[in-house]
């Protein structure tokens, strides 16, 4: 790996956040979101904690308590900020951070150019597919953090809702097939180990659920009746008070939405966004059809496009066979995280460049509606 | 079906609460657990309202306001108590809750006397599994309402800890297997319908984790360290404040444990009880071991004794292959609940008589230790 | 004093729950409500603390958990259950409890008839006039509980709305006055000692005010509009959607309530009940009037008729100047409540015969509802 | 009044900020605390809203939105942001609130060199003297928001703790005495009117408790014993884990504190600092002594020196007699508030130059140390 191919990865987080004020970088408007901030420190912080300290020799950390901030989970690791208390360190400032950035690459540009152990570059592999994780997380916080102000800003410049034709339904057949990472190539240990699965015949959607489909459920009072909810959705319907996707803007009979590049006109021929997994789950009941499982995606992916739009599988995130976390902090990474939650396949207009993979297993917990997240169906 | 088979089972609910004092049939210790009463009540309700309603033409309702009270969540059926003001209506009191089941048991006689038509049949048939799943968690609910005394009653002469031999490893060979329920006999929408999966080689283990084994993890720091335990799972700890099993009592050196008998010494040879699937996770990391999936269990299960606690796995509730779920309110029974639970496989030392089989998905969320639940290990 | 005194305001307590179910005796809706088991049993507990256990040689304890079942607040007597938990005790049972009195009240009897110190005749005095206002807790306490059960039961025979003429305004002098209690009789510390204050002239009114008065402000938008509350008064109403008094049933143009003898019409000129400090005060400010203060009050009260309803003062409950507390446990009686309520004067229709003078100062958080409260006005 | 008069108190509340950094301005570590860009911004809006929208003739507000961010609780005003997410608005950024204060500032002029009406005079110097209490909250706010971060900054140049000597007892007599604000000069409503109190004989400190007075108290258990506590106070310890006043920072022996000026040793001859009214009542509990009220205080004033803590009294805040609220919005600054605090007389080193006077009523909630409380004792 070369330093240039590394500080490409690395300036790309630097760009998406040239338009924010100084402000805008501080805040942290849910427990689940993290300030701009944050993760421009954690991305440098994870480099620094898996590849300077143990590899450079006679590293001098950028600063002692740079750790304790900037650990995002990592037990092994030691002592961290609450989560829920990233937004109110003011410092290290902004400016500190784009320092620390600046520390680090340099500091990065030494090991690059000392020549790699095979370890030392998986590190780094690892590092560089952890910032560009951040990116998209960066992506999604930024608007959800700055769409709790009324002046609704533009920040950054990404068509968030691209038009797609209407589509058809794709026929597999049953059989036993193989899913999972195999071979060269980066993935994260949670794709592995590649294994054989055995599926019945199914039916997929070419095309994702649009805006326009969507308005149908809810004119249809999807969001006022507990028929075609789970019930632990339904409860967060009611609890929450929720009417519709995430950034949603209903005045009088238009409806407009808030997107990184300010408040926009909602497109319904586009792919709907920001809807948890229980609407997911609740359209699909609502149209008759189910939603896929990670396997029945994974097979079936080559047949349809994708990357537009997170795709709510009906899988939970559990470990595939023979999975194994890897040693040490780094094993924090996947594993602790494989319960409760619900995996999401293909990508979306966030995702990185580069960043994306038919074995690629994304996931949150099935409430959340902050993530580009979409509906893609299958018949029952 | 006759009537002798049905009032046979409808009287166990009544046996089981023959040493309660009528102060203890009210109360609701939490949200997830019921009133004794309500239990007795909801289950005389669900033959009310599915079977003598719907089919017994002029049935004259025994209380126009019990259909609200002792609804559980069927949505379908309309408005009904809040769950957790299960535990503050005193009235209906207990004496009016048990005529209110002779009632329905003198109706059914007629219904069951004048030959039943093959849906009828089905109905009662599904009462009767949905009774004698309420004596289950008629059992688990006093011992939680009555755990929160000082004094720590015996209510319940039931042996809950039953001695166990040490066990060794069973080995299962890869290949497609068939899951699910087949054929004549009962099962519920979630058990169906049938189908292949591909399993790869795995063992798994002859018998249950003991207390002795749980004690050398809890020993061995098991509570005071994140390393083995999911994120979630970490959190739930320490919010907890959890440092073992449920109804574990440690004195001194000693530890006794609750049970429906009263206070008693724990058995370090019995099987573990009352873990939630979180502590039961981070066991078998610790153990260098995992969870079997509900597949793995069901093809191996005639080789291995069972019955004694409910066994979680690591799969998650959802629909089988082809999962349809009952139309109307019985349609509710399950399909609504495959979210943000775990798969438990087996029996309990609670379970009725009858009421077990090797297809059988029992569900609970993570966090949950009141039922009887245990550890059974694969290997890695 | 003579043991018939004695029992005879002890059996006022238990007179009172003659028509309670048994179940009725159990529950807790709220954490500043009780059962009614638990209040026949704590102020037993109180004898048995307080005269028995210091005063009756070889006293033998009824039952060693009791004290700490039915200890309420008193720190300096050690452990004491939850308050919350109250209401999951389902034993001692009720029939227990009614053991235990008897226990008590055969004790005291050998007690009250050995001839008594002026200590344990000042201390029994005080327990007398402790269970009498329990009597009148166990009223709203039941209510309370009742309230919560759609069926409304009717449980106890009081008249709680009693018909009153229009009032007018009582002028008064402004000087030094003295208020407190003074020489012979029983007062608890809080009303001591007599102290003289400074008034400036006021204006009284000689009745309360009505449902029907209290309707206008209903009517004229009282709980939609903040102009008339206090700060925390709105975000009270706001948070609780409060819209009226407690235990009014809104049912079409119709107007009910719920009283311990059932369900009622609401007689509108009877005065109004069940109102919080904020909606007595949103209440006066919208008459442009204000509350009295309790000095107001106090030097008053002999020229207008009171006992129907607790008053809302607008004075703090603080000590009186040279205010000393009893030493010992007894000394938790009154003084470490002396923050954040508010002082009600009078009496109500629940409260017992011999328990009100003019000196008795109540008191209460501003937001509770549950008391017979209601509003006396004065002039700005 | 000038402009020149006008603006130096305006520009103190720059000043202060003159050391923070951009992200410092923004959050807001706590529901009651705001940011500091917020009380830059609100007290500006406060002239805007009350002087220049309703008297400077075709006055063009700043920004049509600015209302809606900046207007603190005066409903009558309208809308505003909800409390708890003043911390969430990064836009207007701290630059355009100063451009905001710049303009108001700039028009301000216009009509002080108008000449002024008496009403709009008395408008202004009221807007003044608000500035004036926000300039200290500003102080307390940015104390309490920074505490948050692990470094500690120092911010502001103010010497927190001051040395006093050793004092002693004042005697004060009974009798008839007259508090509240009288004659010329500025006065908030809640001071008026003017009248009579009659106060017993009483002794009052002539210094406040030190630092080292309240470490015996500490010392001696003070948070480990209920005894000396109020009911509330003593749950406010148990539920927040209250060990010592705010901003204490323990390291094995040594205590160190966190001031605007950064960490520092504990001064044990300054007066203590930050502790709510639970915890002064406890000391004076502990000390055998009680708070003076605030008459007791305001009558005795003159005999000690005082305006280096703010002293919690023993009194409620509450209306004085006549008390009228001024009509419109400006009502709603004291009155709403006289329920649920307690009053505080004196000034604190974080008080601006000429807002103290000895007929000042501040007032706090009980559980609240973040601001510079301190205690004065009574004999009881």
Redesign the interface.
């Known amino acids: 790996m070369t330093f240039e191919s590394y500080i490409q990865i690395r300036e790309r987080s630097e760009q998406l956040c040239a338009n924010l ?7 942290q ?1 849910a427990e689940h979101v993290s300030p701009a ?1 944050w993760h421009l420190a954690h991305t440098s912080w994870f480099f620094e904690t898996f590849v300077l300290k143990p590899y450079l020799s006679d590293y001098q950390e950028f600063h002692p ?1 740079f750790s ?2 900037f650990n995002s ?1 990592y ?2 690791v030691g002592e961290r900020t609450v989560r829920n ?1 990233r ?8 400016e500190e951070v784009f320092d620390y950035r600046g520390y680090i690459d340099e500091q990065m540009k030494t090991v690059l150019e000392n020549g790699l152990t095979e370890e030392v570059e998986a590190t780094i592999l690892l590092g560089l597919n952890h910032e560009q994780q951040h990116q998209e997380l960066l992506l999604t916080d930024i608007k959800y ?2 769409w ?4 609704l ?1 533009a920040v950054i410049n990404i068509k968030e809702y691209l038009k797609q034709e209407e589509g058809g339904w794709i026929k597999m057949k049953s059989g ?1 097939y193989e899913i999972g990472h195999e071979g060269e190539g980066f993935c994260y240990d949670n794709e592995c180990s590649q ?4 599926l ?1 015949d199914f039916e997929i959607g070419s095309q994702l659920v649009s805006n326009r489909m969507y308005l149908e459920f809810i004119k249809a009072g999807g969001y006022e009746k ?2 075609f ?6 409860t967060w319907v009611q609890q929450e008070a929720i009417t519709g996707p995430l950034y949603w803007i209903k005045q009088g009979g238009d409806i407009s939405c808030y997107t990184l590049d300010g408040k926009k006109e909602l497109d319904l021929d586009a792919p709907l966004a920001h809807v948890s ?2 609407e997911a ?1 609740a359209y699909a009941e609502w149209a008759g059809c ?1 939603l896929p499982t990670e396997a029945e995606w994974e097979v079936a992916n080559r047949k349809f496009s994708w990357g537009n739009r997170w795709e709510w599988t ?3 995130y ?2 595939y ?2 999975y ?1 976390k890897a040693p040490g902090a780094i094993g924090e990474y996947n594993g ?5 939650q ?1 995996v999401l396949r293909g990508a979306s207009v966030a995702t990185s460049p580069g960043h994306s993979r038919s074995t690629y297993r994304n996931f949150f917990h ?1 409430q959340y509606q902050w993530q580009f997240t979409g509906i893609r169906l299958c018949k ?1």
């Not at 709790?148 to 002046?151: H, W």
Request: proline content about 11%.
């Open positions: 004020e100084t402000e805008d970088f501080v805040i408007a901030k308590d304790f901030f989970y037990n092994a208390h937004g109110l360190m003011t410092r290290p400032t902004t953090n700055l709790q102000n009324p002046l800003p036993i294994h054989k699965v055995y019945d507990p028929d909810w789970h019930s632990d959705g339904w997994y229980y789950a189910r009906n899988s939970a559990l470990p066979p023979r194994q602790k995280f494989m319960i409760n619900m099935p029952k």
